[in-house]
């Protein structure tokens, strides 16, 4: 039986608003883009998650969860609190058309300590 493969994202902007650069982290190895524009934080969150679920999709895994520390975007993409805005229909929307081809197991939430793409992220803009 194989394991469920962990995704791990982030997503972040500086400025907020400012330019979006968005992380996945599968199988030990930071899948970066900042070439997605400018929008906020959360907008930066829910790209994270969409590209999450790209890079699970493309590496042909089976079984798959992802995991953030977005509490938001993953209480909205598990259908367990509404969207707040337009963008974030928008983006729910463009997520869950993506996720009809081959749905995560589970979306779930950690402490941001523990977000190895967040841990990608921060590894490029030391201080």
């Not at 039986?1 to 650069?21: A, H, S, T, W």
């Not at 906020?40 to 969409?50: F, H, M, R, S, V």
Request: aromatic share 4%; charged share 25%; proline share 3%.
């Amino acid at each position: 039986m194989e394991r469920r493969l962990k995704v791990y994202f982030d997503g972040g902007c500086r400025p907020n608003p400012g330019r979006i650069e968005v992380a996945a982290v599968l199988r030990g190895l930071a899948h970066v883009r900042d070439d997605l524009g400018e929008g906020t934080n959360g907008d930066a969150e829910w790209l994270a998650l969409i590209h999450a679920l790209e890079c699970a999709q493309a590496c042909g895994a089976v079984a798959f969860d992802l995991i953030g520390d977005s509490r938001s975007v993953i209480e909205q993409a598990n259908a367990r609190a509404m969207a707040r805005s337009e963008a974030d229909r928008m983006h729910l929307a463009r997520f869950q058309t993506i996720a009809a081809g081959h749905a995560p197991e589970r979306i779930r939430w950690i402490k941001r300590e523990q977000n190895l793409a967040g841990i990608a992220l921060n590894a490029r803009h030391p201080r």
